[in-house]
């Protein structure tokens, strides 16, 4: 090529180079200069169109940073020391991280450790001896795993464990097998024998030696119980009776309070199931069971509330200064429980049956005629008349003297005290409508109230010491009354 050719080559190249300069100074401009508006530095702008753009409008030299703090720091730099966790060999905070395993969570809270060896390092002799129903199911496992992160190896303390017992566990506990003997404490006594001296030969039903056999056999047949409960371990079960007074069989009976009738005698209620009566006829009685110094010992007693009453009934009893059973029964408390079994007595009474009874009574003999007077006086259509003799030493020794008193009040009952010791002239505790004769009971008081000869219907009911009734049956025998029209209780 020439060089004319290449100079006009050059200068075609030259002016495309201008215009792409025209253009680029165009395109610079306007972006300077719209960048401008939104900035205050006017160094941003070009001096000149002819001047060189603005390098520092273009991109920054890789080694400059467009704004240094908004790039991140160096990494040798933290951001935040606060921010940043501590020392990997500090926790982060020490109030809620665990302590170390060789050190309790809280000191403060666990017992001191005991000197004596955990359980686990007693020798075999001990730990057999040890309750293992007293033991928590797994020994190695901690008392509190949430409070607490001690290692599995760590043992319970040691004083949260049972003492091992120094002897085996009570053997009185738990039932003898069957073919051990049975321990003689736990049997009940035999009963005591009666003496010859204790019948009174007057035909008395039962009789003391009667009384006794009846014993006897319920004696054997309550050992052979405790023998059947023993065996089949059920020491203590007893299945209750549909009757709440058995012939046979001993019930218990709840007192449930003691009122002083007189200086030696005193009114014992005790509860009934509610609305249940003791289930007797009139005139019929009970048989107490009592126990001393390891004698056993039965007596018996009338009740003398209203057969027919329900909730509870009452025994009148007098004690004596030397009475194996006197003192048996002044142990008696409310809450006592007593051994009870009936009923007993062939007396029958009918009705309208006989026109008169007339009651000879002396002492605690009260008792079965004023269950026998309640039952007539409560009957509206019984129209019987009663008379009661009553024989006692004075007159504060009257027992049931406010029952008495009331049921004066009927028509048909009348009383008459018999005071065999009273002082002659003191008469100020008398009350007015009492009736009294002071002496003893004897054949020509007993011939007046009979109106001899004999009024037609007249039964007689005898019921005292064993003196008094050999006495009344003598008389009434001189008197010509037939064995028929007398009962003895």
């Known amino acids: 090529m020439s060089v004319n050719e290449n100079l006009a080559v050059c200068s075609k190249d030259n002016a495309i180079v201008s215009n792409c300069d025209a253009w680029i100074n165009e395109e610079t401009i306007l ?93 075999n002799s001990q730990e057999s001896l040890l309750d293992s129903t007293l033991l928590p199911v797994t020994l190695e496992r901690p008392l509190n795993n949430d409070i607490s992160n001690e290692t599995p190896e760590s043992s319970l303390d040691s004083h949260l464990l049972p003492q091992p017992p120094e002897s085996p566990l009570d ?21 005591e024998s009666p003496l010859d001296s204790d019948c009174c030969g007057t035909g008395c039903v039962p009789c003391v030696f009667d009384i006794h056999m009846q014993e006897m056999k319920i ?13 089949d371990r059920h020491i203590g079960i007893q299945e209750e009776s549909a009757e709440i007074l058995v012939e046979t069989e001993y019930h218990q009976f709840t007192l449930a309070s003691i ?45 003398v509330s209203d057969v027919k ?15 194996k059973m006197s003192q ?14 009936g009923p007993f007595g062939e007396f029958v009474y009918n009705p309208n049956k006989h026109a008169r009874l007339l009651m000879l009574a002396a002492g605690s003999g009260i008792a079965p005629m004023a269950q026998v007077i309640q039952g007539v006086l409560d009957n509206e259509d019984d129209d019987t008349r009663i008379r009661l003799l009553y024989a006692c030493n004075s007159y504060s020794e009257i027992l049931l003297k406010s029952c ?35 002496g003893r009971l004897d ?20 019921s005292g010491t064993k003196s008094f009734d050999k006495d009344m049956l003598k008389y009434c025998k001189i008197l010509g009354i037939q064995d028929c029209d007398i009962h003895k209780f």
């Open 219 to 231: 004696w054997e047949r309550e050992c052979n119980r405790v023998r059947q409960r023993r065996k």
């Open 31 to 123: 972006f300077v200069t719209k960048n401008a508006e939104d900035s205050s530095d006017n160094t941003l702008l070009p001096q000149h169109p002819d001047k060189p753009l603005n390098c520092d409008l273009l991109s920054p030299p890789p080694n400059r940073p467009l704004n240094c703090d908004l790039l991140p720091q160096p990494l040798d730099r933290p951001l935040n020391c606060d921010l940043l966790s501590q020392r990997p060999d500090r926790p982060l905070n020490c109030d809620l991280l665990s302590h170390q395993p060789d050190r309790p969570l809280n000191c403060d809270l666990l017992p001191q450790p005991l000197d004596r060896p955990p359980k686990r390092d007693l020798p």
């Open 309 to 323: 009453v329900t909730d509870y009934f009452e025994l009148l009893i007098k004690l004596y200064e030397d009475g």
């Open 259 to 303: 009122t002083r009738n007189t200086k030696d005698t005193q009114l014992y209620r005790f509860h009934l199931p509610m609305d249940r009566s003791l289930g007797l006829k009139l005139g019929q009685h009970v048989i107490l069971r009592g126990q001393v110094d390891g004698d056993i010992f039965t007596r018996q007693y009338t009740p």
């Open 404 to 438: 008495l008193d009331e049921w004066t009040q009927f028509w048909n009952f009348s009383v008459l005290y018999v005071l065999s010791q009273e002082p002659v002239g003191d008469s100020s505790q008398y009350r007015y409508s009492d009736n009294i004769h002071l």
């Open 443 to 462: 054949k020509d008081l007993l011939s007046n109230e009979l109106q001899t000869p004999v009024v037609k219907g007249t039964r007689v009911l005898i």
């Open 171 to 191: 053997s009185d506990l738990f039932p003898h097998p069957p073919e051990s003997p049975l321990d003689s404490d736990l049997l009940p006594q035999p009963p």
């Open 328 to 341: 048996f029964i002044r142990t008696w408390r409310p809450g006592t429980k007593v051994d009870l079994r």
